[in-house]
DNA sequence: CAGTTATATAACTAGAAAGTTATATAACAA
DNA sequence: TTGTTATATAACTTTCTAGTTATATAACTG
């Protein structure tokens, strides 16, 4: 439990990072909680804009928000990142599996060319 | 060379990643190549539905095509994956070494406490 | 050549996304 | 209470996305 919503998750997440505005985001938050008025400022961009990236980033689970007074701190919440890594880890492990297969069929056709080879020439 | 391009590299390869019906692609592309028809087969959509997200999925650098006849075979190319990776890792990383830099701060702390406390328990 | 198969492109629609400004709410300060 | 600061929400616009059907192109087959 969930093929579905681990999809969805996905979804979500790859979907949060293709924004550049939100890496930037994750990437200020993997150096320390920020406010939601320190992330605005150094965008040329509205401060609801932000907020609407925050939104997505915490849909998507990469980030979470306290209470301090008025502010709402965001910190990072990297498990979200290593979900998205184990996807495409496991996606690529499967091509070098594929790899090592082909190269022990290989390996197999370069043996039985060697053997054929040494029938012909009689010894040695 | 060049900031820019890099990012916008990323937008692309995260967005692809988006999509379900385009990780079911690389999925299948990683156990080996396949012609857009064979693609086509398991999903419930049109064969131009499909042409499209080898679109999207081409121009992040995550499949390529050759010829064969009038197929068009497409194959897996791992490195957009590693450049996917590279990104959120080095994100991580900036947490983590956030982290080692707490404990050091920590440990020091701890250790002024204990030198504090020998102080004011004479010897011992 | 005519017909078939594999894929791409065009034109369109519906819905989502990313931004805007204006306004509302929540927590605090005097 | 009144005012101020920090953030969220609403309403709207523009642009992008994912799908559709119909049609075009390209490569092969007889």
Chains 1, 2 share one sequence.
Do not use: Y
């Not at 290593?82 to 043996?111: K, P, S, V, Y």
């Amino acid at each position: 439990m969930n093929e579905m919503l681990r999809a969805e998750h996905l979804d979500q997440t790859f979907a949060a990072l293709a924004d550049p505005t939100r890496r930037a985001i994750l990437a200020r938050l993997a150096k320390g909680e920020a406010s939601v008025g320190e992330l605005t400022a150094p965008f040329a961009m509205s401060q609801p804009a932000i907020s609407k990236h925050l939104k997505v980033l915490e849909a998507a689970g990469l980030v979470s928000r306290g209470r301090d007074r008025q502010r709402r701190p965001c910190r990072l919440e990297p498990e979200a990142l290593t979900r998205a890594t184990a996807w495409i880890e496991e996606c690529r492990n499967l091509w070098e599996r594929r790899f090592a297969r082909l190269d022990g069929i290989l390996d197999e056709l370069q043996q039985q060319a060697e053997v054929a080879e040494e029938g012909r020439n009689g010894q040695e």
